[in-house]
């Protein structure tokens, strides 16, 4: 490589692609391993435990990824990461002959897991390297419409493989769409740059979890990461967790379907208007100057969505409310993934990305317990006015941000 020259950075179309490819498993696993653990006589507290090892692994190695993916690049970490969840596929297919299904399905669940965080983290800290202020928000959409869109279709198919042929032909085909995702990423996406000539100060600049810490610019890390795990709270968590209790409770019925089938189209529903909302928002944010501009009406439209969950008692309003609140879930995680791109540096972005991860996976485990609990005990429509009235609280900390923004852009 010639002195001066830069590294070209992953496309964003690529690293969607391999993103989607990962992301696909995720969604198989969920349909098959709460019936298969039924048929393999493990009881229905340890099937729970099995599905949330997936995010207990990526709890714990959320931030050990964000530092491999600024040592190694995006080829090793994510070709890596799918390796990994290859590897955690075919112990779900070795788990249903072994004497011990139970236990061989939960460490395929965790290896699963382990990958995923590595995938979800280096697929995030890639876009980033990848894009500039002028063009971060609509890239960086591309992402986030491949995460969101890459668990609902696992979910169909494996739904189909394994009604047609079988829960093992369905985690091998899961396995082999893994693998080849790894090969694609070891074939197609760079290698990490070393740094040239002249560059031994940015070689050294510190990318660490403290060195974020003591970034000029951490406020804006900050205010990213809570508002990532405020989505993860109240949509992925409180919301995604409850719904079935809201169809079960108000007794609506989707063609005919009971309370889960109706409500996992309505969960599609809410995914599908997330994943089209990206785009747009992801156009609207580069066009803005600040990032945080967007959170403002996005925070009042997601407060709208929960209000008319609320007080729906008929399809129309169920399924409005649904949709409003997808469409503005995804206007707040894109400002916030690119506001993450504008105040990092490229060494920075592997661990800035797993701190946003962590983040998310922490809102996302706190708030299926919570919101199930608080639907239980307080009912189903103060909880959803609550997380209105939590959406409406969280203006003032984007209108803070907003202020930060302006007086920095002033200052600059």
Request: contains cysteine; proline residues 5%; hydrophobic residues 55%.
């Amino acid at each position: 490589m010639a002195s001066g020259t830069r590294r070209r950075p992953p496309t964003t179309t690529l690293i969607a692609v391999i993103t989607f490819i990962g992301g696909i498993g995720a969604g198989l696993a969920f349909p098959i391993l709460p019936a298969l653990g039924l048929q393999l006589g493990i009881p229905g507290y340890l099937i729970g435990l099995i599905l949330s090892a997936n995010r207990i692994a990526r709890l714990g190695f959320n931030l050990v990824a964000g530092h491999f993916f600024a040592r190694l690049g995006a080829r090793l970490a994510l070709s890596g990461a799918l390796m990994i969840e290859t590897l955690g596929m075919l112990i779900f297919s070795f788990a249903q002959s072994t004497g011990h299904p139970a236990a061989w399905l939960f460490i395929g669940r965790f290896v699963y897991g382990i990958g995923m965080a590595f995938l979800l983290v280096g697929a995030q800290a890639a876009v980033l390297a990848g894009t500039e202020r002028c063009n971060r928000g609509r890239r960086t959409a591309g992402v986030r419409i491949a995460l969101s869109s890459a668990v609902p279709g696992g979910m169909v198919l494996g739904g189909v493989v394994a009604d047609i042929y079988s829960d093992t032909i369905a985690f091998l085909v899961a396995a082999a769409i893994s693998l080849a995702g790894a090969i694609l990423a070891a074939a197609l996406l760079p290698s990490l740059r070393r740094p040239e000539p002249g560059e031994d100060n940015a070689a050294a600049e510190p990318f660490g979890y403290r060195a974020l810490l003591r970034t000029p610019k951490r406020t804006k890390l900050i205010a990213a990461w809570i508002f990532n795990f405020f989505v993860f709270l109240t949509v992925q968590g409180a919301l995604i967790s409850t719904l079935v209790l809201l169809v079960q409770d108000r007794g609506f019925v989707l063609f005919g379907m009971n309370a889960q089938g109706t409500s996992s189209l309505v969960m599609a529903m809410v995914i599908a208007a997330s994943a089209l909302s990206a785009s747009a928002a992801g156009r609207v944010i580069d066009k803005v100057p600040t990032r945080a501009a967007p959170l403002i009406p996005s925070l009042v439209g997601l407060a709208v969505g929960f209000a008319l969950l609320a007080e729906a008692h008929g399809l129309p309003l169920l399924i409005l409310g649904a949709a409003v609140t997808g469409v503005f879930s995804n206007s707040i995680s894109v400002p916030m993934l690119a506001l993450l791109g504008d105040a990092t540096t490229e060494r920075q972005h592997g661990p800035a990305a797993a701190v946003f991860q962590w983040c998310g996976d922490v809102g996302g485990t706190i708030g299926p317990t919570a919101g199930i609990e608080l639907a239980l005990h307080v009912g189903l429509q103060p909880l959803y006015l609550g997380l209105a009235a939590l959406a409406l609280l969280a203006i003032l900390a984007a209108l803070w941000l907003l202020r930060h923004e302006q007086a920095e852009a002033v200052a600059g």
